[in-house]
């Protein structure tokens, strides 16, 4: 790859010349401008690559690393879920009877009482956040359907940026007629609101499961949701991307790249793939916070995780109709969300700041 | 009929809806008044959660569908707007009286009443009934199979115009009012099937299509006057109508439905006062406080309905009685009464509810006290003695609240007692026609039964061998016991339950002694009225049709 500008890692000797040269006009410099900008605070950046800028103007944020610090601990706990289940609450997730007893101050209580009303929070190792209408721990049950929700939100986002990116860099490369259709595809999906696709979607995959070909997917299985949200989310990626990639086939780096006889394959993936990294992780974590929201909601309308599988969603769903005598089934699981959405945004708007100061990026619904 | 439905009535029109029988006798405060007091006039609304799944009687399979039409259409036999057993004995309506039987219970004749009209003005005829079976049979409404059993129904489906096709088992003299129905085999429940609502007699001129936007007249004290699908629907007094015995002139002139999908927006309009009178139970949420506060207008009532856990007969484990007996003696049915809410559920051993000719309660249970913890140890010895191999088992159950609760809390006790048991949870709509196909190979699962009509042949069949079919069966465990099987096909023969009521309950004890099933109790439900109802004199429960709206009053 002779003089094209590969952008993000490594820096290439050209990119590092025109970082030198804030006065050149190359628009789409990502590395340029934020080098100028170091450059400009005083810094030694020549030898800086966009990436290596990005991540120390991300270490200044300190908000950003806070709530993305709290993000790597709600997925630790979630990880952890089995071992509190096991040497703190001594009971299995789905484990427990209305009728199970425990000892608060001394004295056996039901942990649902006659008139079905479940135990709030005792702040001890059992049921440390109150039962359920079943009996069984919430805390248990929080920290299992927190690693169906993680799962799900960044598996999906995983996905859709893969399918995303792919789509972006095929429709934008190509033009023509290629793109004509993506475009009219992408363009049905999004006409689609997210909610209404995704619970159309998932009410009619539920029952039957999905078929294609070889592949088979269970109706009642976890991969159902993932796979719902990874598609209805891959327009919203798509479309900027393909965007990007209109604009940057136009530079100069790709035209010495083509006329060094670099194939399209090679021009995509080399050349124009490295320029779009800090927008595909920007999008990333913006993503992961979306499709963990959506999960939810697909979860509380019943059209995500299936029962006897959990995940916030259905803790909420389920904790509903108790919301006035056992507001923890609800408040608990709203809570867990409320916190990583928070983190993930928090976290992903920092890292735009950092990686795309001019902040074109955004999840538009 | 299957379940106690609200969102899913609709889907489960077919064959799986619901239906609640109201219980008499029971231990709870079943008070509340006849149908003969209280003030006439009026206008009373009332909340139902869903639209009923049809407003035709020819189609309507549910109790939110009965509930509403009993007051309406009018069978040719039927059950007084009584509360206890005398509401749910068979009683003639249309007709003069019970009908013959002749031909060792092939034939069975019967004579309209004079005079009777529908709500149009229309004078009834004896030909008119058989207009209202060739609809259902015709309309293949979730009832036709009680039909199919009269002769000539098989020519009748294979004609292209079901107007101008006949019945050849029915035979009807418009002159004399007279009817008779040849069957093709001799069955004692047909009195009981000529009361359904299905038999609830339309004109001849109702078309061969689901009239519920535009409900047909009927003979009942209303008539429905409007129906605007998933908004409400108004009966009015029918000024035709002429009351009997049995069928008082109804209280209110005018009963509104409306259709509150939130449980809870109606309990509170129910507390207000801006509607009188809520159709399904208030939400677990406001049910405790409700119960205390407004003890004056609500009471709940023990229904006529058996709840229990299929266990099928035909494959591993449960081909084993002692893996059946395990399950019996290990269930926690007090932990179960928990999940249904507000103590809406009666723990019991028979499989035949309280309140229905042939139920002797078993005293002691042999499983263990009903309403006691369960002998875990004993059920864990029992299972070691069993068959059973250790693979996991599919405990199958439905997304409906409270049967997902339910199954998932006996999975945990088949746990608890060794199983390996996974729940396995479905949509409510395809459930009960899943478990009823044979190639599912269901091992276990939710089940529960309201009766279309009160008889212990209602029930028993769902444990009868012949009941088996390839798909839709409706005895899920595969209970082929054979001579559980021809005792039951013998007391079904008998149109009179109560004159073998003992052998009915022997029956039942051979159910409950081979483990036949696993079942746990009764479902509860309630009434609820605003304060402008006379609940003391008024607030009837039937105990087929439930709240008998006819009979609410004001004050």
Redesign the interface.
């Known amino acids: 790859m002779g003089g094209g500008r590969s952008g993000a890692l490594p820096a290439s000797p050209l990119a590092d010349a025109v970082a030198a040269d804030p006065a050149t006009d190359y628009t789409l410099d990502l590395g340029a401008e934020l080098a100028a900008e170091e450059k400009g605070s005083g810094r030694d950046t020549v030898a800086s690559s966009p990436f290596r800028l990005g991540m120390r103007r991300l270490r200044r944020n300190k908000t950003a690393l806070a709530f993305g610090a709290l993000f790597i601990v709600l997925v630790a706990s979630s990880l952890a879920a089995p071992l509190w289940s096991e040497h703190v609450a001594h009971k299995a997730p789905?484990?427990?009877?209305?009728?199970d007893q425990i000892r608060i101050d001394g004295k056996l209580t039901d942990v649902?009482s006659?008139?079905?009303?479940p135990i709030g929070p005792t702040w001890q190792g059992e049921y440390f956040l109150g039962a359920d209408?079943?009996?069984r721990d919430v805390m248990v049950r929080l920290l299992y359907g927190g690693r169906n929700s993680l799962l799900i939100g960044v598996f999906a986002a995983l996905i859709t940026t893969v399918f995303a990116v792919l789509v972006g860099l095929v429709a934008g490369y190509f033009r023509g007629w290629v793109d004509a259709v993506t475009r009219a595809v992408l363009d049905v999906m999004w006409s689609f609101p997210v909610i209404i696709l995704g619970v159309a979607l998932g009410v009619a995959l539920?029952?039957e499961g999905f078929e294609l070909g070889p592949i088979s997917i269970e109706?009642?299985s976890k991969l159902l949701p993932l796979l719902i949200i990874a598609f209805i989310y891959v327009p919203y990626m798509a479309r900027p991307v393909r965007g990007q990639v209109l604009s940057l086939r136009e530079k100069e780096f790709v035209e010495a790249a083509r006329a060094q006889g670099a194939g399209p394959i090679r021009i995509m993936f080399s050349e124009l793939l490295p320029n779009l990294a800090s927008t595909i992780v920007v999008f990333f974590t913006l993503l992961v916070a979306n499709a963990i929201l959506l999960e939810a909601a697909l979860s509380f309308l019943?059209a995500g995780v299936?029962?006897?599988e959990t995940s916030w969603g259905t803790l909420i769903d389920s904790g509903v109709?108790?919301?006035?005598?056992a507001p923890h089934l609800t408040i608990v699981p709203g809570l867990m969300l409320v916190l990583t959405v928070l983190a993930l945004n928090v976290f992903g708007d920092g890292v735009r700041d950092a990686f795309d100061p001019r902040a074109k990026v955004r999840m538009e619904h | 009929m299957r379940k106690f439905g609200k969102a899913f009535a609709a889907l489960s029109a077919a064959l799986l809806a619901t239906g609640v029988l109201a219980a008499c006798g029971s231990d709870d405060s079943d008070s509340g008044g006849g149908g003969g007091a209280g003030k006439t006039g009026g206008e009373l609304k009332v909340a139902y959660s869903s639209q009923p799944d049809f407003l035709d009687p020819a189609l309507s399979y549910t109790v939110d569908g009965w509930a509403a039409m009993w007051n309406v259409y009018l069978p040719p036999m039927g059950y007084k707007h009584e509360e206890g057993s005398t509401g749910s004995e068979l009683a003639p309506m249309l007709a003069e009286d019970l009908p013959k039987v002749s031909e060792g219970g092939k034939v069975y004749s019967f004579t309209f009443k004079k005079g009777i009209k529908f709500s149009d003005g229309t004078p009834l005829k004896a030909s008119d009934f058989e207009h209202t079976v060739k609809r259902v049979l015709n309309l293949e409404s979730g009832g036709a199979f009680y039909y199919e059993k009269i002769e000539g129904t098989d020519e009748f489906a294979k004609a292209k115009d079901p107007a101008k096709a006949d019945i050849s088992g029915i035979e009807t003299n418009d002159k004399t009012g007279e009817v008779t129905v040849t069957l093709s085999e001799p069955d004692g429940t047909f009195p009981a099937i000529l009361g359904l609502n299905f038999s609830g007699v339309v004109p001849s001129s109702t078309p061969f299509k689901n009239q519920t936007s535009t409900p047909p007249p009927g003979t009942g004290a209303y008539k429905i006057t409007s129906s605007e699908p998933n908004r409400e629907f108004v009966l009015e007094k029918n000024t035709e109508f002429k009351p009997f015995e049995g069928v008082p002139e109804g209280k209110a002139d005018k009963l509104t439905f409306e259709i509150i999908k939130s449980l809870s927006r109606a309990a509170q309009d129910t507390i207000r006062g801006r509607i009188d009178a809520m159709h399904d139970p208030p939400p677990a949420d406001l049910q405790p406080t409700i119960e205390s506060k407004y003890k004056d207008r609500y009471k709940s009532f023990t229904t006529q309905s058996t709840y229990y856990f299929f266990l099928n007969e035909k494959i591993a484990p449960f081909d084993d009685v002692k893996a059946r007996e395990a399950v019996n003696v290990g269930i926690d049915k007090p932990a179960l009464a928990r999940l249904f809410g507000g103590g809406l559920f009666a723990p019991g051993c028979n499989f035949l509810p309280p309140g229905i000719p042939g139920y002797a309660k078993v005293d002691p249970c042999p499983w263990g006290d009903p309403n006691g913890k369960p002998d875990l140890e004993k059920a864990k010895a029992l299972l070691e003695e069993s068959d059973y191999n250790g693979e996991t088992i599919t405990v199958w159950g439905n997304s409906e609240d409270p049967t997902q609760k339910v199954t998932e809390a006996y999975a945990e006790m088949l746990k608890e007692i060794g199983f390996k048991a996974e729940p396995k949870i479905i949509d409510g709509g395809v459930y009960f026609a899943t478990v009823g196909n044979e190639k599912t190979k269901a091992q276990t699962g939710f089940d529960n039964w309201f009766a279309d009509f009160p008889s212990p042949a209602n029930y028993m069949f769902l444990v009868n061998g012949k009941s088996i079919q390839p798909t839709n069966s409706q005895n899920h465990g595969n209970v082929d016991d054979p001579e559980l099987t021809s005792k039951i096909s013998e007391l079904e023969q008998n149109p009179d339950p109560s004159s073998v009521a003992d052998e009915w309950a022997a029956a039942d004890k051979t159910v409950i002694d081979g483990a036949h099933g696993a079942p746990y109790g009764q479902r509860k439900l309630t009434a609820f009225t605003s304060e402008r109802v006379d609940f003391e004199n008024c607030a009837l429960v039937h105990p087929l049709y439930q709240v008998d709206y006819g009979s609410l009053c004001l004050k």
């Open positions: 789905s484990a427990g009877q209305p009728t649902v006659v008139d079905s009303i209408g079943n009996g539920a029952l109706g009642g019943g299936q029962p006897p109709e108790r919301i006035v005598t």
